[in-house]
């Protein structure tokens, strides 16, 4: 069974200027959550108590890195994600706790964790708790099976105006601090949005790779979620609006239920890959009290069928 150690020992190289980078951010995280250091600072105005945020199945959420993720259902505290590329991963709603399960097309993990569900929640400024987290990963014919053990400190350092690709946002700013053997791994710090109901920002620092950043693009609804019914109506108002539309006038569109409702409006003719019968137009879907405008384009083809077209040339 192998553990972080190993970790360890391939990293002892790195020279010993970063050894002494590790040391000092190590401290410091330490003291911060020890209490030892007051980080705490509200950049933003002030917020009130927030408590967890409720995820609809269809939430979907779009970063600059390429991420889109998407809630595909909801078992109490739970939640099951899909990303794009086909990933599926569980967590507890309350997203500052890691994966309790993932699966891609080479490997599989499950995790277990002392953490409750609604940890450090309702968000105010000053909140702080730890918890434990041991990780199994293995492929997905059940060989190269490994065990890894994590120690976490959340804290809800301040708030703070963010600005992404999707807006200007208000947040809570809440770093994490991952620990192994009382050795500083990794920070993970979340900029939660109310207004959002999610993270539109992650800073993300290691000790052992560059530090990376995820900026939120764009969230609403997935239409992909929708049961066939609803998604054939939806088909029907887009082949209405490319094949009989002026541009600028849109075809409404509503589910069954009548929980989602949406418009498709064409914009432009443009001539892609050849096709000089192609039209650009937007798609705005309205779920949950939240509307989603996305732009697509699409050609006709010989059987006078609207087919969606990825490339403008």
């Known amino acids: 069974m192998q553990t ?11 020279g010993f200027s970063r050894y002494v980078t590790v040391l000092v951010t190590s401290i410091a995280a330490t003291l911060t959550l020890s209490g030892c250091i007051t980080t705490m600072s509200n950049e933003g105005p002030p917020l009130p108590k927030t408590d967890l945020p409720v995820y609809h199945v269809g939430k979907s959420f779009s970063y600059d890195d390429g991420l889109k993720e998407t809630v ?10 899909r990303t794009d590329t ?9 997203f500052l706790i890691p994966f309790l399960s993932w699966q891609n097309s080479t490997q599989r993990s499950k995790s277990s964790t002392s953490a409750k569900p609604n940890l450090i929640w309702p ?20 060989s190269n099976k490994k065990e890894y053990s994590q120690d976490w400190q959340c804290k809800v350092d301040g708030t703070e ?6 807006g200007v946002f208000e947040t809570y700013r809440i770093p994490c601090y991952r620990y192994y053997r009382q050795f500083w791994r990794q920070t993970l710090t979340y900029y939660y949005s109310p207004e959002v109901g999610h993270y539109v920002l992650l800073k993300d ?12 693009v764009s969230y609403g609804f997935d239409a992909a979620v929708l049961p066939g019914p609803d998604r054939g109506v939806r088909q029907t ?3 209405q609006a490319l094949e009989q539309n002026k541009n600028g006038a849109g075809v409404p569109w509503r589910s069954a239920d009548g929980k989602v409702q949406g418009a498709v409006t064409p914009i432009r003719s443009v001539s892609i890959k050849g096709n000089n019968t192609c039209r650009i137009y937007t798609r705005a879907l309205t779920a949950y009290g939240h509307t989603r405008v996305s732009e697509g ?5 010989k059987d006078g069928v609207w087919w969606e077209a990825a490339t403008e040339k």
Not at 4 to 14: G, K, L, T
Not at 86 to 94: A, E
Not at 124 to 136: A, D, I, Y
């Open 297 to 301: 384009r699409a050609c006709r083809n």
């Open 86 to 94: 086909g990933v599926v991963r569980t967590r507890y709603r309350n």
């Open 205 to 216: 620092d290691s000790r052992t790779r560059p530090s990376r950043r995820r900026k939120l």
């Open 161 to 166: 105006t963010v600005t992404v690709p999707a």
């Open 4 to 14: 972080e150690r190993n970790q360890d020992q391939e990293h002892r190289s790195s």
């Open 72 to 81: 595909m259902a909801s078992d109490g505290e739970v939640l099951t994600w």
């Open 123 to 142: 968000l105010e400024s000053g909140n702080r708790e730890s918890f434990t987290l041991t990780q199994k990963v293995e492929q997905n014919d059940g």
């Open 237 to 239: 108002a887009i082949q």
